[in-house]
């Protein structure tokens, strides 16, 4: 496939959203984005990486952390020079940017982060939503941070209002409905691999025609 394309994957927490999108990106021979997004945002603004991680795919309720009128560093100073006037919309800005930049030097998988909204404009865009059953999602995210199921159900149930807020506030549209993307996967069915061959298969076969 010759034409530059971009993926983009919202996502359940425990739904193996994370695990589809970087394999798939494998699969495909293209780049993929997820936590790295925060890491780009910092060098290219040049603003410390905490402020992105505080304000990562939370809406604009608030300044960056809660923290207006203390000071930042910018990268490369130490606790001092910069008075925090950044609000989560200046910071979603710079994200922003930087995924537009992404999508348009080359073919890319990009994970949350409103990226279908931002590359709605994107004459090759796909955007997928990735959810599974609450007794799976329970499950996977149990194993892999190591907590209990009901700490799991938990975090769950914290990340999925998060995401929604911050969708909902920054697209204007619905996280999770399915008139929202342009398809939706239940990975409770498939499986992961077996979800990832079909989300190939539906992406080829968008692409060609």
């Not at 040049?46 to 910018?74: H, N, T, Y």
């Not at 709605?120 to 997928?128: E, G, V, Y």
């Not at 342009?182 to 990975?187: A, F, G, I, S």
Request: aromatic share 10%; charged share 25%.
């Amino acid at each position: 496939m010759e034409k530059k394309y971009v993926v983009n994957i919202g996502r359940q927490l425990g739904s193996g959203g994370h695990e589809i999108g970087e394999k798939l990106a494998t699969r495909l021979g293209i780049a993929f984005y997820d936590k790295e997004l925060i890491t780009l945002a910092s060098k290219e603004s040049g603003l410390c990486r905490e402020f992105f991680e505080k304000a990562d795919e939370r809406p604009s309720q608030g300044i960056v952390g809660g923290l207006l009128g203390m000071r930042f560093p910018v990268m490369g100073e130490g606790i001092s020079s910069m008075p925090n006037c950044l609000s989560n919309d200046s910071l979603f800005k710079v994200q922003s940017d930087v995924i537009r930049r992404l999508a348009e030097a080359q073919s890319c998988v990009f994970v949350g982060r409103c990226a279908d909204y931002i590359l709605r404009d994107h004459p090759h865009s796909i955007n997928l939503f990735i959810s599974a059953s609450k007794q799976d999602r329970i499950r996977r995210i149990a194993r892999q941070s190591h907590v209990t199921p009901e700490e799991a159900e938990s975090y769950m149930v914290k990340a999925d209002k998060k995401r929604a807020e911050y969708y909902n506030y920054y697209s204007f549209k619905t996280w999770g409905a399915a008139a929202t993307y342009h398809l939706c996967v239940d990975t409770s069915v498939l499986g992961i691999d077996r979800s990832i061959e079909f989300i190939e298969a539906y992406i080829k076969l968008r692409l060609n025609n």
